[in-house]
């Protein structure tokens, strides 16, 4: 998978869109595929979750279906991670420089570090 310059990959209204640390790798096609499935699943649990509270139902029905939410959040999570790792970070580590692999180990642990919390 190569790393294709964010000035090449999008523009947005007539000047390039540089995302977050700079460069844009595509995500493998079929997980793209899943993880959008599973994104739109989990929006319409979220309105559910959202009419039960309007219809005030049982406040342990709505926390049931909440972490349901947070389990499927999670695993788009996790499937992302692992898809960043086998792809980007690879990339980084077989074709970047020393510096592109600092960056990339640096973000990983960012994320890490935020799941604790």
Do not use: W
Not at 102 to 114: C, G, Q
């Amino acid at each position: 998978m190569v790393g294709v310059s964010a000035a090449a990959a999008i523009v947005f209204h007539g000047l390039p869109f540089i995302p977050y640390r700079g460069t844009v790798q595509a995500m493998d096609a079929k997980l793209k595929k899943s993880q959008l499935a599973r994104l739109s699943r989990i929006e319409g649990q979220v309105r559910g979750i959202a009419r039960m509270i309007e219809e005030e139902r049982y406040c342990i029905d709505v926390l049931t279906q909440v972490r349901a939410v947070r389990a499927a959040l999670n695993k788009v999570e996790q499937e992302t991670l692992a898809d960043h790792l086998q792809h980007c970070v690879a990339h980084a580590f077989h074709a970047g420089s020393e510096k592109d692999r600092m960056n990339k180990i640096e973000e990983i642990l960012e994320v890490l570090d935020s799941r604790r919390r």
